[in-house]
């Protein structure tokens, strides 16, 4: 037997390496197997140091609910869920469980596992999963571990559980048909390399990169000998297999011309009296960080009152929403004017739309997610005419605001803007874009906000496609110690507020690289800008007036977070006096971060 798994568990000829998965024998050979791999295994939750601490789980893929059902009768304290896209595996575990009174505390759901999960934030101990490797693609593993790290609690445990494809025997008719089923597994994209552990060695990694913590990692090697009823399962199990996976193996990798031969050898070998076999399976498990779960937060109408006609460090309307944007009223044309002029002088100051870049001429179709007004696209447009571009932001006033200026620059037939919420799923098909942007980030973007964006992110950009951040430090260099004290107080507050991982100037973007290489990018890259503000400058005057609105706009968000300290007028006052003096200088460091969607994510 080469591998295990619930054959409903696709039941797309996509995913599931079975098509006939709704066969009666099929079902059987599922419900044997389930129990077996559970007892060779040593329990349902073997490796787990405290299972009792598990009230609510879910078991994702379940087939006929072996797993689920077996978990029930071991701890009867446990409430447990399980999903399955075949009706088929549902029914019958539903069956099984009134008949073996356990429908009080099990539900089994009809579900599609590579879909969003039908489950509300935070509701699961525990979120299990065994034998993703029978539909599971190695593009699918980044939503589907962001959707079990979505549901289960914070704190809670992730639980992965594989089998090597290949099982070490003295039968070489079993060696030589579990290497066709290796290659057409990796073939078919279920596999990261090609050999029998081409999944099961990289569990530990997809925990990792899907934000766990605490991972570990427990092998079995089971074994199965003759005379034991393990073993005429294994048997059976195998049989079964060889045949159900054939049109697998054809379409993948195609069947050699002893194909039939094999099998018929592989039959006289499992009946031999000194026949055994090792099956090796890894189990791997880590915790949902306690970080991720975002705080409540709530917004007085004084605080929204006070916010009109305010600015911040980045396009007010990418977050246009109460709980996620550093500035509640983002609406006034003041802000607007504001957001159009730091645009510019951001892209002035870092040489360009697009400096680091040494293929700009590749990207045809770009993406700027959260664009405020519009100005980094309409200067992508202007400087590449074959570039076409959309926007997204939040704000209709802001995108209206773009639309009006792509229409009087004579841009509308190569710029588009669309309103849309950038921390919702973008509304594009799979792989739309050569590259999609995203600057300043941090004035909505929550730290528990990156993976399913840049996820999002991920998904809209093409194979090879380039994903890009740019973010600037919290706090500037300057020379004036009142405006030091304020940044100090704003970086308090975006620590608080969750918009930075630490309480330090660098709390963002001392993490870019990181978070695009936890987000599947390849060849992540960084390029720093010192950005220089001088005393007489255009480019200082800019800076004085947004530090001017910053004032106004950031009051009410350091006053909820961390609060005012009583001389914090007067810290604003000398601020203003410091930078009109002949020899102030300001230096805003900023960070752009890039990384390529790997090739392997295309279908």
């Known amino acids: 037997?080469?591998?295990?798994?619930?054959?409903?568990?696709?039941?797309?000829?996509?995913?599931?390496?079975?098509?006939?998965?709704?066969?009666?024998?099929?079902?059987?050979?599922?419900?044997?197997?389930?129990?077996?791999?559970?007892?060779?295994?040593?329990?349902?939750?073997?490796?787990?140091?405290?299972?009792?601490?598990?009230?609510?789980i879910l078991d994702i893929a379940c087939g006929p609910g072996s797993w689920a059902l077996d978990t029930a009768k071991t701890y009867p304290e446990m409430n447990l869920v399980g999903i399955d896209i075949s009706s088929l595996m549902i029914d019958y575990a539903r069956v099984q469980a009134q008949t073996q009174r356990l429908s009080d505390r099990t539900e089994f759901r009809v579900m599609d596992a590579l879909s969003k999960l039908e489950f509300p934030d935070n509701s699961f101990d525990l979120v299990n999963l065994r034998f993703g490797v029978s539909f599971v693609r190695t593009w699918d593993w980044p939503n589907l571990l962001l959707e079990m790290q979505r549901v289960v609690c914070p704190g809670g445990v992730i639980r992965l559980t594989e089998g090597e494809i290949s099982n070490p025997s003295a039968s070489q008719a079993l060696t030589e048909l579990s290497d066709l089923f290796v290659h057409a597994?990796?073939?078919?994209?279920?596999?990261?390399?090609?050999?029998?552990?081409?999944?099961?060695?990289?569990?530990?990694?997809?925990?990792?990169?899907?934000?766990?913590?605490?991972?570990?990692?427990?092998?079995?090697?089971?074994?199965?000998?003759?005379?034991?009823?393990?073993?005429?399962?294994?048997?059976?199990?195998?049989?079964?297999?060889?045949?159900?996976?054939?049109?697998?193996?054809?379409?993948?990798?195609?069947?050699?011309?002893?194909?039939d031969a094999l099998y018929r050898q592989l039959s006289e070998d499992l009946e031999q009296l000194d026949f055994s076999a090792t099956w090796p399976h890894l189990t791997a498990w880590g915790r949902k960080p306690l970080g991720n779960n975002p705080p409540s937060i709530s917004v007085s109408s004084h605080h929204e009152k006070e916010s009109e006609s305010m600015a911040s460090f980045s396009n007010s309307s990418k977050g246009d929403n109460a709980s996620t944007y550093i500035v509640q009223s983002s609406k006034k044309k003041a802000e607007l004017l504001r957001l159009v002029l730091q645009s510019r002088m951001i892209t002035a100051a870092t040489g360009g739309v697009l400096p680091e870049q040494p293929n700009v001429d590749t990207f045809r179709r770009v993406l700027d997610v959260a664009c405020g007004t519009g100005g980094w696209v309409l200067e992508a447009a202007q400087v590449y005419p074959k570039m076409s571009l959309v926007g997204v932001d939040i704000s209709t006033l802001m995108t209206d605001y773009a639309r009006t200026q792509a229409k009087e620059q004579g841009l509308t037939n190569r710029v588009e803007f669309r309103v849309m919420d950038a921390l919702k799923r973008l509304d594009f098909p799979d792989n739309s874009f050569d590259l999609v942007n995203l600057r300043f980030g941090i004035s909505f973007v929550r730290t528990w906000d990156w993976p399913p964006l840049l996820l999002e992110m991920q998904r809209?950009?093409?194979?090879?496609?380039?994903?890009?951040?740019?973010?600037?430090?919290?706090?500037?260099?300057?020379?004036?110690?009142?405006?030091?004290?304020?940044?100090?107080?704003?970086?308090?507050?975006f620590y608080r507020a969750g918009h930075i991982f630490t309480q330090d100037t660098a709390g963002l973007t001392g993490h870019l690289a990181e978070l695009l290489t936890k987000s599947w990018c390849e060849n992540v890259q960084v390029k720093a800008y010192p950005l220089l503000f001088r005393a007489g400058t255009s480019e200082g005057e800019m800076y004085i007036e947004d530090v001017k609105y910053l004032h106004i706009t950031t009051t009410p968000f350091v006053q909820k977070w961390v609060g005012l300290s009583e001389n914090y007028e007067a810290l604003y006052r000398q601020a203003l006096k410091d930078m009109k003096q002949p020899d102030f200088s300001a230096i805003w460091p900023h960070l752009t971060v890039w990384g390529s969607k790997p090739l392997t994510h295309a279908k």
């Open 460 to 493: 809209v950009v093409r194979p090879g496609g380039i994903i890009r951040v740019g973010e600037s430090e919290v706090v500037t260099q300057n020379t004036s110690s009142a405006l030091t004290q304020l940044y100090d107080l704003a970086m308090g507050a």
């Open 1 to 56: 037997m080469t591998t295990s798994g619930n054959s409903n568990k696709g039941e797309r000829t996509s995913t599931y390496m079975v098509q006939d998965s709704k066969k009666k024998a099929e079902l059987r050979r599922q419900v044997l197997q389930g129990h077996m791999i559970t007892a060779a295994m040593g329990g349902v939750l073997a490796e787990q140091p405290d299972p009792g601490a598990f009230r609510r």
């Open 185 to 259: 597994l990796y073939r078919a994209g279920h596999l990261f390399t090609q050999e029998s552990a081409g999944l099961t060695n990289r569990l530990a990694e997809l925990l990792t990169k899907s934000w766990c913590e605490g991972v570990q990692s427990k092998f079995y090697s089971l074994i199965f000998q003759a005379g034991t009823p393990e073993l005429e399962i294994f048997k059976e199990d195998t049989r079964s297999i060889f045949q159900t996976i054939r049109p697998f193996i054809q379409k993948w990798a195609g069947l050699p011309e002893n194909y």
